[in-house]
């Protein structure tokens, strides 16, 4: 663990970075969302003078969207929570930013810096993933309670995107309330805050910037958590430094489907990612995935008995046959279905894209550049991504499926189909939790290194702008 180093360092070096992340206090639980605003509400009566605050939209439910400004300096950082409403690490990060910059006249003074935040751009969302917000560590309460968006509902992914075939312009209120905030802030760093469930840290950046590579892998290092050493979320990524990779553009991704053979554009596929909408100002933007539980084999490099492409196929394989057991279930209770909520939405569209990611899989498996050993923490990725789209996709069908009949609305086929379903969820559930040897991160340790991250990169833009100007 990093030692605190004096508190006569000079902000924004290395070491005031690692001092800083290694000082978060305790935390046990997250906010919800409206202890969130109450929080921030109560940071600014703290500090009127530091901090203010606008409304940039609205929810399609009707909850106001804030962004608060905080400081007035020659930058513009622009930080926003809950654009993934499952991934509320952002939330505790964004409460101790704000906190720190009111409080700390010498990092306020040397970021100098206007900071725009956004604690939560999804509270509709987020809602739905409250019920386990007080005990987060409890693995088997966080997939029974689970809820993300289907794509085409995600703040992050819908932004206006017209390339080939695919075409989409749904954006949001949320998306709306957000390219809005973008384009008001004109910010040189943009931090969309994000986290992963399991594994260890990992880093997206909007273009290399190499001087930023050894902070960004210290500072989780210096907290206790691995870096993630296995599988990347997509093989499209460009990998600029172990567990460092580039955002790249949603044409990547589908180009690099197209070349497999697949649909690069399925149904219920969604827009471009605010990230992108955020390139027009010159924009460094900085995304740092921190999970929940830590996994000792996330960052194992050294060679397993396996071999690569058996386990992609074995992988792609389990990803068909679970996807298509759920998408089985869906069909035959889709004629007799009376509630269109959230939860069923996402079920509908995540079901098949279960499937479609393990017929990726399975191609890649025939790829002469996959026969080789696979490494350990290549082989626990992918075990992990099983369990996450079985348990993910299965939980929110169960969910969606128990509210008719709680509601009193489901016709027989229902009520048999949302008793399948659980029977369905709670094994795959019995079934990861045998398998899986992941431990809870402190809370105060991933909040660190995302809030260090976000020190990291505006000395980086800093330094940059500093270069350009001279």
């Not at 006249?105 to 935040?117: Q, V």
């Not at 969302?125 to 386990?132: F, I, P, Q, S, V």
């Not at 869906?330 to 079920?347: F, K």
């Not at 369990?387 to 996709?393: G, N, P, S």
């Amino acid at each position: 663990m990093y030692e605190p180093a004096s508190a006569a360092e000079t902000p924004g070096t290395a070491e005031d970075i690692l001092r800083r992340a290694g000082s978060v206090p305790a935390h046990t639980s997250f906010p919800t969302v409206d202890e969130l605003g109450s929080a921030m509400e109560r940071l600014r009566a703290q500090r009127p003078d530091l901090i203010t605050v606008e409304r940039v939209g609205t929810s399609r439910l009707g909850e106001p969207i804030p962004l608060y400004h905080v400081g007035s300096g020659a930058r513009s950082a622009l930080v926003v929570g809950g654009v993934h409403p499952n991934e509320p690490i952002g939330s505790l990060t964004a409460l101790h930013l704000v906190e720190q910059l009111i409080t700390d006249d010498a990092l306020r003074a040397g970021l100098d810096t206007t900071w725009h935040i956004i604690p939560c751009a999804d509270p509709d969302g987020m809602r739905l993933n409250e019920a386990w917000f007080a005990d987060p560590s409890d693995r088997e309460t966080y997939a029974r309670e689970f809820f993300r968006p289907a794509p085409a509902e995600q703040v992050e992914w819908t932004f206006p995107f017209s390339y080939k075939s695919a075409y989409f312009d749904a954006m949001m209120p949320e998306t709306q309330a957000l390219a809005r905030a973008i384009d008001l802030a004109a910010p040189d760093l943009y931090v969309p805050l994000h986290n992963s469930e399991g594994g260890g840290a990992y880093f997206y950046l909007s273009g290399p910037a190499p001087e930023l590579y050894d902070l960004l892998h210290a500072l989780p290092a210096s907290l206790g958590i691995p870096l993630h050493a296995g599988e990347p979320e997509g093989a499209h990524f460009t990998v600029l430094a172990p567990a460092i990779y580039e955002m790249g553009t949603l044409q990547d991704v589908y180009d690099w489907s197209e070349s497999l053979g697949l649909d690069p554009y399925p149904p219920g596929s969604s827009g471009d990612a605010s990230t992108s909408y955020a390139r027009k100002h010159g924009t460094l933007s900085l995304i740092a995935e921190l999970p929940q539980f830590s996994d000792p084999a996330a960052g194992d490099t050294s060679t397993s008995d396996r071999d690569y492409a058996t386990e992609l196929r074995r992988n792609g394989e389990l990803l068909v046959q679970s996807g298509q057991r759920l998408v089985a279930l869906i069909a035959r209770t889709e004629p007799h279905l009376r509630l269109d909520t959230p939860l069923l939405r996402a079920a509908r569209v995540f079901a098949p894209l279960a499937v479609s990611a393990g017929e990726a899989n399975i191609a890649r498996a025939a790829a002469p550049a996959s026969v080789r050993p696979a490494t350990v923490a290549e082989v626990s990725a992918l075990d992990d991504l099983v369990h996450l789209h079985r348990l993910r996709w299965g939980g929110m069908l169960a969910r969606a499926l128990s509210a008719e009949v709680a509601a009193g609305t489901a016709a027989p086929e229902v009520r048999r189909a949302a008793a399948t379903a659980q029977e369905l969820f709670d094994g795959w559930l019995q079934e990861a939790l045998a398998a899986q040897s992941t431990e809870p991160l402190p809370l105060s340790a991933v909040v660190g290194a995302q809030y260090g991250s976000i020190l990291a990169a505006h000395a980086h833009v800093a330094r940059e702008r500093s270069c350009a100007s001279s």
